[in-house]
Structure formats: C-alpha cells, structure tokens
C-alpha cells in the first residue's frame, strides 16, 4: 500500500532556495521537452540519453522526468474512452433538451423560445465537435493537447489576468525524483534526521552547479514534519541496521521513498511517498471468500469486540477483550 506523508520547508536562506527554483525550472523545461519527443515517436531511452546535455541533469533526473510524461501520456490514453462516453452523454442529453423546448414539452424561464434554442445548439456544435476530435484521437492513437501549467491559467495568461512570470512559475514548480534501496532510500532528494538538533532536512542534488569531476553538491534545507508523523518519517528515512560489514561498521538497509516537491504561492511542500507492508487484502465486491470462518473486529476505546461468522454469515462465536 502507498502511503503519503506531507511536510513543507521552512528555509530563509534565498540563496538556497534560488537555486532550488531554478533546478525546478530546468526539470520542468526537460520534462517538456521529454513529452513533445515522445509524442513525435523517439525513442524514451534516447530522450533520457540526451536531457543531460540539453539540460545539465543527472541521469537520475532525465530518467525521472521521462517517467513522469510517460505516465501523463499514457493515463490521457486511458482517459480517452471515458471522456469519449462524457460528451457523448452530453450531446444525448442536450438533444433531448432541445426536442423537449421545439415540441412544447418544456418551456424556458429566463429567456425567450428562440434564444433558448439557439443556445442549445451552439452548446450542441461545440461538443460534436470535441466528440470528433476525441474520436479522432482514439482512432488515432494520439491524445488531447496538454497544457503544462492548466489550461486555465494558460486563458488567464492569454486574457493578461496572471504575468508571464506567474505563468512561468506555474510551468516549473515541480521536481521529483524516484526511491531507490541502494542509494539510501533516494539518490537525488533525500530526507534526513540530525540526532544532535533533532531536525529534519530535505537534501537535493544539485547536478546544475556541478563542477567538472566532482560530485553534484546539494542543498540541504530544514523541513517541518507534522508532529503525528514525525517518529513514523524518521524511522524510514534512517534505515535499518542489519548487521555488521568486515570492519564492524553497521550496515543500513533502507526503505526507497519516492519525493516531490511542489512550489504553491511562494511556499515549497515535499510529498514523501512509500510502500507500506499490508498483511491481508481487501476483497472486490464480487469475489467469492475462500476461508471457511472469517473474523470481525470492533476496536473501541476501552475494549476490542471480536466475532466469528461462517463463511455463509452465521453466527459461531464472539468475544470481548477489555
């Protein structure tokens, strides 16, 4: 099961922070460009071959970014079918409306006969024409044009309601990166736990300010974990020790986590998201139960009911624990 947890960072330092919005910026310029390549055929692994000379990223992150338009890609691919079905269900809908308003079956209380009717034509014309132009995507195998920042704050930009700039910002506010066990949980943003100020830091690396043969530095910037998770985001991002190496050092097994970060107002929020072992499964509505007994339990406050029922809904036993 996938579990989020969400923090926020609360650094001052702008020259951090500078740097982060400008790692965002680059992501967003490579993930756009990594959609409209993909769209044209190329190959993803040729894409991810590229971005770093285009665009100064690690491989991790070309490779991240990849990742995130292929799934954009493909859940409008899957979306497609269903929109499809919306519009057609519309235009049913709006047909109805206007036989019922020609055939005096319904009268309009706002306006006038013809006006009603007019409008519900022109509203008929614009969806069969987004049904044809769904239809030719699906036949197509192509998708709808997307707007990266939303199509509403694209209008926005057009009728000049937001500046270019708040237009940019909305394009670039976004980095992530994916978990990974052997690079201690993440390779490129990582969240860590300082025992001595008992704070939690978000680091990221920093690929654009790297130096000829050396190591991407990275930022470090303190993050507020809310309180109710804090023990819970501390004990994933340390790891756990499973031993010893030859020279007695501890060895760490860590869970991968995947991050990202997300620019709101001026604010930066982290999403954390992980695996989190379940034991059992939930059963789908029609699935037949295998077990020949199954448990029902009831937690309270001040004790735990537990009752047995056959597999047909009777009643065999119950008891409560206080």
């Not at 308003?101 to 007019?118: E, F, S």
Request: positive net charge; hydrophobic residues 35%.
């Amino acid at each position: 099961m996938k579990t989020v947890r969400g923090m926020k960072i609360v650094s001052h330092d702008a020259s951090q922070l500078r740097s982060l919005d400008e790692l965002m910026r680059v992501f967003g310029s490579a993930k756009r460009y990594a959609f409209n390549r993909l769209l044209e055929g190329r190959n993803a692994k040729d894409i991810i071959k590229h971005l770093p000379h285009q665009f100064r990223l690690n491989k991790r992150f070309a490779e991240d970014a990849v990742l995130l338009v292929q799934s954009l890609i493909s859940s409008q691919r899957e979306l497609l079918p269903m929109r499809l079905e919306d519009v057609q269900a519309k235009i049913e809908k709006t047909e109805k409306k206007i036989d019922d308003y020609h055939h005096g079956r319904k009268t309009p209380k706002k306006v006038d006969l013809p006006t009603c009717l007019g409008g519900l034509h022109q509203r008929l014309e614009k969806l069969k024409a987004k049904e044809a132009e769904l239809t030719h995507h699906l036949e197509q195998g192509t998708i709808p044009r997307v707007i990266f920042g939303g199509k509403e704050n694209f209008y926005k930009r057009l009728k000049g309601k937001i500046t270019n700039e708040e237009w940019k910002d909305l394009r670039s506010n976004q980095l992530y990166a994916r978990g990974d066990k052997s690079k201690k949980g993440n390779l490129n943003i990582r969240l860590l736990y300082d025992d001595k100020t008992y704070e939690c830091y978000v680091e990221i690396a920093n690929p654009l300010g790297q130096q000829e043969g050396k190591h991407a530095p990275r930022l470090r910037l303190p993050v507020s974990v809310p309180e109710k998770y804090e023990e819970e985001i501390i004990d994933l991002v340390m790891g756990e020790p499973v031993g010893v190496n030859a020279k007695g050092k501890p060895i760490i097994e860590y869970q991968p986590y995947t991050v990202e970060i997300k620019r709101k107002n001026g604010e930066y929020y982290v999403h954390l998201v992980y695996e989190e072992e379940v034991y059992g499964r939930e059963l789908t509505y029609d699935e037949p139960i295998q077990a020949e007994r199954i448990a029902r339990i009831d937690i309270n406050i001040d004790r735990i009911a537990v009752s047995i029922v056959s597999k047909q809904g009777n009643f065999l036993q119950s008891k409560v624990f206080y």
